[in-house]
């Protein structure tokens, strides 16, 4: 593949306007100055067109958004118009409590949708295709359990996890089928900028500033291991850049923290009381706790996260601070919807014919 500072490099990002892609997007144009990069985003509820608008704005000459789903066979088109050299792969339906509530979009975009992205890129030749992961794939840990690494058995056990590890097999089968250059990068919990606020770390401070009650699944001590999204991206660029074809890289700093502990930490920065807490009912088969070790990309690529926890979870809260305009229309906006969807009474169902 051609290396991404190489004047005209092409890269197709997915699921660019979505939490983890705009960050990527935004830290590759300004890393990579001679790149392009083609963002294919079908702008679900998770997508923000503020989101979209400041990615715009960030290298107009180079950088373009097309409305489109991974899943649709069309786009085999775009890809031959666009030529890129690369594809990274964030389209994703991630959100585990709603995978619980209805598997299908995300068999629909984490499944199908993978293997759609890879068989249309394998078709345009000397295509580098990316596949962004989760740490689900691997399933629960016990509290002395050694982290996971890229040779432990899948075995997730939510839906959403399921499917990911699903789209991650079709990935690497395309490699040993096809030889297709393929690499995966299996992250851990996400935090930073831009992340919609149904996820843990943006729902507490959202609700923590409203003074609305924060729900806390369970007992709240939950383990999850947590990435700032920034030190994620460089994560994937350097994967892209230099990772091994056929090979899986885990992405973790290390930073394994109690649920309530994060809710603890996050309401002394906004200065509101512990009160606001409230103990819900758990999460069914809620994994105990994630782990990750990513000795292998830090031994062999030289990656190590620039952010600590605390100085990560304290831009974080910032940036929520300054942007509460866009948090709000876009819980507003997809609560009403969602709302709609679920629980509005369907008038349908209420005039059948007797
Ligand atoms: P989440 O951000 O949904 O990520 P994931 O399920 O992929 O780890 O949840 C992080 C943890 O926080 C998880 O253990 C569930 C818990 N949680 C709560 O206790 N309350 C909440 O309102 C949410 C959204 C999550």
Redesign the pocket.
Known sequence: MKAPKENGFRCVVTGGCGFIGSNFISLFLAEYPLAKVLNLDSMTYAAHPQTARHLDSLAPERYQHVRGDIADPQLGELLSRFKPDAVVNFAAE????KSILDPSAFVQTNVAGVQNLLTLARKQGNVRFLQVS?D?VYGSLNPDDPTFTESSPLTPSSP?AAAKASGDLFALAAHHTFGQDVVITRCT?NFGPYQYP????P??IANALEDKP?????D?Q?V?DWLHVVDHCRAIALVLATGKSGEVYNVSASEEHA?LNIVRGILERVGKPESLIRY?KD?PG??RR?GLSAAKIRHTLGWSPKLSFEEGLDQTVEWYLQNSGWWRSLRDEAYAAYYQANYAPKVQEQEKPL
């Open positions: 991630t959100h585990v409590d989760t689900e959403y919990n149904e996820k843990l770390i729902l507490v924060i729900p806390i699944y369970g709240g939950q999850r649920n819900v999460r809620h994994d994630y």
